[in-house]
């Protein structure tokens, strides 16, 4: 017996219109006309029966079985040909037909648009694209909103204890917090030292506590939070513009809460010792978007508090005219050192001409350098955080550390404090 093929059943099933008259007219089974029909399909019970319907004579009309009079079932009419006889009258009319296309694009639920590529003809048409998206990571500006709302009720909470009588007028310090990476995890049997969100934040607190009781008594101070504060920036423990996976301790929740209650301390250790604090918070490239909600928070938990300002710059950058010195900081993954120069020049062109002592401050490099660029003194700062698989497997083996900077308004720098810090092997 010749074996019935698909297209003998699809034709069967098409004409008939159900399973059943279709197996009467090829006398065979009614399962098998369903098992036959489904490998077209899909599963019956996936599909209703308009549905079912629909994509088999869909399939049908591709391979020609329900002929080829305009315009089959799935295709839309590409071009219309009209072909005249010697006498000028119509001889003939084909018309060529495509596969007709799907529903209008749309970028999927929770998805951002990546990059689009584009085919295109001689004249320059397009005739094909492909629009690449990934997942979207929290909306930083809607994230903040919602933050903002949620911390009414805690505007200007912040008790301060009072700042030592004795102060200078004329010195500024500043404190250097780099790439703390809080939420980063290290496995010491892998990376030689342990690292996780306890340590971090114990450490943060015992070394900034070291290095303010080695601060001179001025009345000036800034905390100077200087990016990737956050080993990463969302639930998705990615950097997030590479998309490199993060080894990450714990759920970003508590990565977040941890995070802000340790700034809020670090921040309020420092107004402790000093009359006149500015909390700075710049983003880096592992929290770029994190960070700068941090600040809102910031910003709300110490308003209203005439000690204590929150520096409000929404960009990557922060500037301090302090007498005859100028200082500037981001965190470096954006710019290089000589950049940081022209920028500070550019962007306070009129506190580039009054003062006479320029500092740019950036960290991301996890190292220290400094570089004098013509006028400006460009410092990078060693990070306090450990290292994790990827630093330790590449060799980076530099030193960790906290460090303060004092200023004299107008004198410039007269003095620095470091505190080294050792690892925590578990």
């Not at 009079?69 to 040909?81: D, E, M, Q, S, Y």
């Not at 030689?192 to 070394?207: K, P, Q, V």
């Not at 670090?266 to 600040?295: M, Q, W």
């Not at 929150?310 to 500037?328: E, I, M, N, Q, T």
Request: a neutral charge; proline letters at 5%.
């Amino acid at each position: 017996m010749t074996p019935v093929t698909t297209e003998a059943v699809v034709s069967a099933y098409l004409a008939a219109g159900s399973f059943a008259g279709a197996a009467k007219a090829l006398d065979m089974p009614e399962a098998t006309v369903r098992f036959r029909v489904s490998k077209v399909s899909g599963p019956a019970r996936e599909k209703g029966s308009e549905d079912r319907f629909a994509t088999v004579r869909a399939w049908a009309a591709e391979r020609g079985l329900l002929g080829f009079n305009p315009v089959l079932p799935g295709f839309a009419v590409k071009r219309t040909t009209t072909q005249f006889d010697a006498d000028g009258e119509v001889s003939g009319r084909f018309v060529t037909q495509a596969k007709a296309p799907g529903p209008k694009g749309e970028v999927p639920a929770g998805h951002v648009v990546k990059g689009v590529s584009q085919l295109l003809d001689a004249e320059g048409r397009v005739t094909q694209q492909w629009v690449k998206t990934r997942e979207a990571g929290a909306d930083p500006v809607a994230f903040a909103a919602s933050l903002r709302e949620a911390m009414l009720d805690a505007r200007g909470a912040a008790v301060l204890a009072t700042p030592p009588a004795a102060q200078d007028e004329d010195l500024l310090t500043v404190y250097v917090i780099p790439d703390l990476h809080l939420g980063m995890l290290a496995w010491a049997f892998e990376c030689g030292e342990s690292y996780d969100l306890r340590i971090a934040a114990d450490m943060a607190r015992r070394e900034l506590a070291r290095l303010l009781a080695m601060a001179p008594p001025s009345r000036h101070a800034v905390i100077l939070f200087l990016g990737d504060y956050f080993h990463m920036n969302d639930r998705r423990n990615v950097t997030p513009r590479s998309g490199h996976t993060l080894d990450a301790d714990g759920r970003w929740r508590k990565v977040y809460d941890i995070g802000a209650r340790l700034a809020v301390g670090l921040s309020k250790a420092v107004a402790e010792r000093h009359e006149r604090v500015e909390v700075a918070f710049l983003p880096g490239n592992h929290d770029e978007d994190a960070a700068k909600t941090l600040a809102v928070a910031l910003d709300l938990y110490f308003e209203d508090h005439e000690r204590v300002t929150v520096a409000g710059a929404p960009g990557d950058h922060w500037f301090r005219r302090f007498g005859k010195c100028l200082l500037g900081a981001t965190h470096g993954h954006t710019m290089k050192p000589q950049q940081m120069a022209m920028m500070l020049a550019t962007d306070r062109a009129r506190d580039w001409g009054e003062t006479d002592h320029r500092h740019m401050f950036f960290g991301h490099i996890h190292h220290e350098t400094a570089k004098e660029c013509g006028p400006v003194r460009v410092e990078s700062f060693s990070s306090p955080a450990g290292k994790d698989a990827h630093a330790a497997a590449g060799g980076y083996r530099s030193s960790r550390a906290l460090n303060a900077v004092t200023f004299h308004a107008e004198d410039g720098e007269v003095c620095r404090h470091r505190v080294n810090i050792k690892g925590a092997v578990q």
